[in-house]
Structure formats: structure tokens, C-alpha cells
């Protein structure tokens, strides 16, 4: 039997659990929030990613009612959240520094929250045994937070937003105390409790990786604003803005002017005196517009000789070389001076290795190997 693709966003019956319905956030003469609309469904693991003073982290606390919109609604389960505390929210919040309590024992973290809503005895024990094996902590239920390593204590925090069982689940750049390698382990733990929990969470975070890894959609954020929502797929592969494409990953972007030579084919003359880049696209663009194309790395194959039958080929020589194990990345200066980085898998061993510096190499790539964007 397929498996239905999780996309409650394309259906049109599928009522959100989180609505910002205009929401603008003003902090004396700055607005931190601009006019923001947004809604959010149960069971997604939303990201909001974008640089710090984007405004990530003010809508995650208006989410938790630490601030107030200034103007708008923000509606969680239907109901309008203005003037509702944040202990009568169904939403946690769980901080980067963890905030767990050093005099007490795992077990006790996360039992605290639960001791204070008078859940009966058996049923407390019973919960906490449940978060604990859910975050694999069951043999360190005894130790205190120094005894146990950063990645634990995450998993305690974990544990201890989770046991009162909140319909939203805030992450406030949890993996930020993290090293590179845990950090990556830790995300896909993230997802798996997630997908057992079944809890809606939002997570703030700078790193554009770990939103890419954990997330089923992906807000880039700037001044305030939402500039793109849509899949990690599609954040990648077709940016709807200069913006988003080169905050996502690497990528070259080559401004030039458009002519329209099909019904979605454009031809993007990007220098006086060198045949134009061919490109499709769905989007429409003005006889002599200013456009730009945007290239992945990845999607430019790097040859000593012009490719037969190319679409788009240019002549340039690399400058230079980043060796970074499973991939090179080669930057190439073609005609006019600009640097096209290009990266290759290192499938051979270092010695059969093509290309050095100084070497002069053929660009090529397919007519929708790059995206065509219009601002």
C-alpha cells in the first residue's frame, strides 16, 4: 500500500492548529514583526530559519505568550490567544540552555511539571517511565544533570516538555550547545520523537542544515517578514527570491537580461560578447528584464573538454580547490571575471584526481539546472 505523503498544507479541508492572522510586533520605533500571516497544522515540524534579528525567536515567544502582537491575531486550536497566560496554554517551551534543575535527578526534572498539576501517583510514575523510554534515558533516571552528557541533558528537557503531553511543542535553537557530529544525531532523534508523539513542533534556528534535516516545512524569514514557506525540497530546489536561494545552501547567481525564446525557455544575456545561458521556467519575464539565474554547485558538471551537445557551456580556470572529503568544489573564473563554484563527487582516489589548479576547464549545465528568479 503507498504511504499518503504528509502535506495537510495542500489540503484545503485541513483546519491549522497555529493561525498569525496579520500579526505585526512593535518594540518602540522598531517592528520586529511585519503584517504576518502564517498558519501552521498539527503534527508538522515547522521551522522558522532565517538570521538573528529576522524576527524568528519574537514570533515563537508571542506563540508562548511571553509578548503581545502589537496588532493581529494569533489563534491556536481556533481559539484567539489574546490575553491567555502562558501557563494556560497547550504549548511548551524549551529553552537552549535547558534550564533543568541541578539539584535534581532526571527522573525528578521531568517529573516536576506534573507534580505541579496534582497528577495522581500512579499515573505520574507511569508518564515519566514513558518519556524516559521514548528519549532512551531509563538507566540514567537516578543521575543528576552534571553526571550525564550534553546530549542527554537535551534529551531530559526533551523529556520533561514533553510529559504534559502540550499540543505545541517550542524549540528555542535546541542544538545550538551541541557539537557538529551530536548535533546530527540529535536531529534525527528529534524527528523520530516527534513522529511518535504525534506533537506539533515549531523550532527557531539560524542553522539552514538542520532545518533542511528536521523539518516538513521551512519559513525563510527576513526584517520581520516570511519570504518563502514551502518544503525543504522545494526551498532548495526552486527558491522564489535571490534572497532565499543564497541563504539556502551554496549557490552561484548570475545576473543578467532576458529574451524569450519559447513558451518557457528564456535566453539570459549575462555578458556583451559571449553567446547567452539558456534556461526554462515557469515564470513569466519582460523582454529585457533583469533577471537571475541560480546554480547549485552541484548541478554544473566540470570537463576538460566542451561537452557535445551542451546547452549551456563556458570556458573559465580554477582558481581554486575546496577539498572537503566525499566533495570538491572547484571556483572557476569565466570571461568577465566571475567565479562559478562547481563541485564534483570524489568517487576516485586522490591520485587519479582530474583537475588541479590553474587548469582551464569547461561549465556545463542543463537548461533547468538553475532556477530562474526575477528579483
Not at 116 to 134: I, S, T
Not at 308 to 328: C, H, M, T, W
Request: net charge neutral; proline share 5%.
Amino acid at each position: 500500500m503507498a504511504q499518503t505523503v504528509f502535506a495537510p498544507w495542500n489540503d484545503p479541508q485541513a483546519k491549522p492548529l497555529i493561525q498569525f492572522k496579520n500579526v505585526t510586533k512593535r518594540f518602540g520605533d522598531f517592528t520586529a514583526i511585519d503584517n504576518l500571516s502564517q498558519d501552521i497544522y498539527e503534527r508538522e515540524f515547522f521551522a522558522l530559519l532565517g538570521p538573528s534579528g529576522c524576527g524568528k525567536t519574537t514570533m515563537m515567544r508571542m506563540l508562548a505568550g511571553f509578548e503581545n502582537p502589537t496588532e493581529g491575531q494569533i489563534l491556536i486550536a481556533g481559539q484567539d490567544m489574546a490575553g491567555v497566560p502562558p501557563n494556560e496554554r497547550a504549548v511548551n517551551m524549551m529553552f537552549q540552555s535547558y534550564a533543568l534543575f541541578p539539584h535534581l535527578t532526571v527522573w525528578d526534572n521531568i517529573a516536576f511539571g506534573l507534580k505541579r498539576m496534582n497528577m495522581p501517583k500512579d499515573q505520574l510514575n507511569a508518564r515519566v517511565e514513558d518519556m524516559l523510554r521514548l528519549t532512551r534515558l531509563t538507566k540514567f533516571a537516578k543521575r543528576k544533570p552534571h553526571q550525564i552528557s550534553g546530549g542527554q541533558r537535551q534529551r531530559v528537557a526533551l523529556a520533561r516538555s514533553l510529559a504534559r503531553a502540550p499540543k505545541l511543542l517550542l524549540l528555542d535553537e535546541p542544538l545550538g550547545a551541541l557539537d557538529k557530529k551530536l548535533r546530527e544525531e540529535t536531529q534525527f532523534e528529534l524527528m523520530d520523537i516527534q513522529e511518535k508523539t504525534g506533537t506539533t513542533f515549531v523550532i527557531v534556528t539560524h542553522d539552514q542544515e538542520e532545518a533542511m534535516t528536521v523539518a516538513s516545512r521551512v519559513a525563510v524569514m527576513d526584517e520581520g517578514r516570511i519570504m518563502q514557506v514551502a518544503t525543504p525540497a522545494n526551498i532548495y530546489e526552486e527558491p522564489n527570491s535571490v534572497y532565499v536561494a543564497d541563504f539556502i545552501g551554496d549557490v552561484n547567481i548570475i545576473q543578467g537580461k532576458a529574451h524569450k525564446t519559447s513558451a518557457d525557455g528564456y535566453d539570459i544575456a549575462w555578458a556583451e560578447g559571449h553567446e547567452p545561458f539558456h534556461a526554462k521556467t515557469s515564470i513569466q519575464l519582460d523582454e529585457g528584464q533583469n533577471a537571475f539565474i541560480a546554480i547549485r554547485p552541484e548541478k554544473i558538471s566540470v570537463s576538460p573538454d566542451k561537452p557535445e551537445g551542451a546547452v549551456n557551456a563556458i570556458k573559465g580556470q580554477i582558481v581554486d580547490i575546496a577539498y572537503l572529503g566525499n566533495v570538491s568544489t572547484y571556483h572557476v573564473r569565466i570571461p568577465g571575471g566571475l567565479v562559478i563554484k562547481a563541485q564534483a563527487a570524489n568517487t576516485r582516489r586522490l591520485s587519479r584526481r582530474a583537475f588541479t589548479w590553474e587548469d582551464e576547464v569547461w561549465l556545463s549545465w542543463t537548461l533547468t539546472g538553475g532556477s530562474v528568479l526575477s528579483e
